[in-house]
């Protein structure tokens, strides 16, 4: 997958990373950026189409659905981290609606376009999805609940020639992780890795000298090796 003269959609991106990864979309070459945010910016790149997006409301996801004529990559990058308390139901079920179902239901209905392109679909996750966070147990298990989610398409839609990939970093230094006090890596470094990624082909995005450091244990382990075999249930199935 070649970023040059594709297409691409990416949630998230008033600041941050999201906003990192429209700028690195620019830098290689993409056709057309649509960048997905709730109030829209301003672009002076004429390539960048902004869009009215809340990722929860399914009538915008539908009004955004009518604009994008063709697609090439979608970047579900869209997060929040809102709460550090588990005893919060509500909590929990704000964070499954941006996470999870925001992913879902963004890739559902943007499957078509991807499916004719032969595309890929980009999951923006977190290390927490391996491994919970417990200062941040909401954000924790809706990642974990969408790399679930990530790996089930990687199998289910591989026979259509849509590529899925899931991008699990450790710290960036964004708004989201302020009060952390520990190392964090650039949005920038991080978007450049993600491109990079995407265009190796790697099904498992480590993007940050944190998460990278689990790479190579994590591609050569019991679990991802579990999740290749179950993968072939798919195969035999059809």
């Known amino acids: 997958m070649n970023i040059t003269g594709k297409t691409i959609l990416i949630t998230g991106t008033n600041r941050g990373l999201g906003k990192a990864l429209v700028e690195e979309a ?24 902004p869009l009215t997006l809340d990722i929860t409301n399914a009538a915008l996801i539908q009004e955004v659905a009518e604009q994008v004529t063709s697609l090439d990559i979608l970047i579900n990058n869209a997060s929040i981290s809102l709460s550090e308390n588990l005893n919060d139901r509500t909590a929990i079920e704000e964070h499954l609606a941006v996470i999870f179902y925001g992913t879902y239901d963004m ?99 480590f993007p940050d000298p944190m998460s990278a450091s689990l790479a190579e244990s994590w591609r050569s382990g019991a679990v991802k090796e579990l999740e290749r075999q179950n993968a072939t249930f798919v195969v035999a199935e059809k």
């Open 26 to 49: 620019l830098k290689r070459g993409a056709r057309q950026v649509y960048a997905g945010t709730r109030v829209p910016l301003e672009y002076s790149d004429e390539r960048v189409a």
């Open 107 to 205: 890739t559902q209905t943007f499957l078509p376009l991807l499916t004719h392109s032969r595309g890929a679909i980009v999951n923006v996750l977190s290390v927490a999805a391996l491994a919970a966070l417990p200062v941040i147990p909401p954000y924790s298990i809706a990642k974990a609940a969408t790399f679930n989610l990530t790996q089930s398409l990687r199998a289910l839609l591989a026979g259509q020639g849509v590529s899925v990939h899931a991008v699990l970093p450790g710290p960036i230094d964004t708004e989201m992780s302020k009060s952390l006090d520990i190392p964090k890596a650039s949005p920038e470094s991080v978007a450049r890795a993600i491109f990079d990624g995407v265009e190796k082909g790697e099904e498992d995005i």
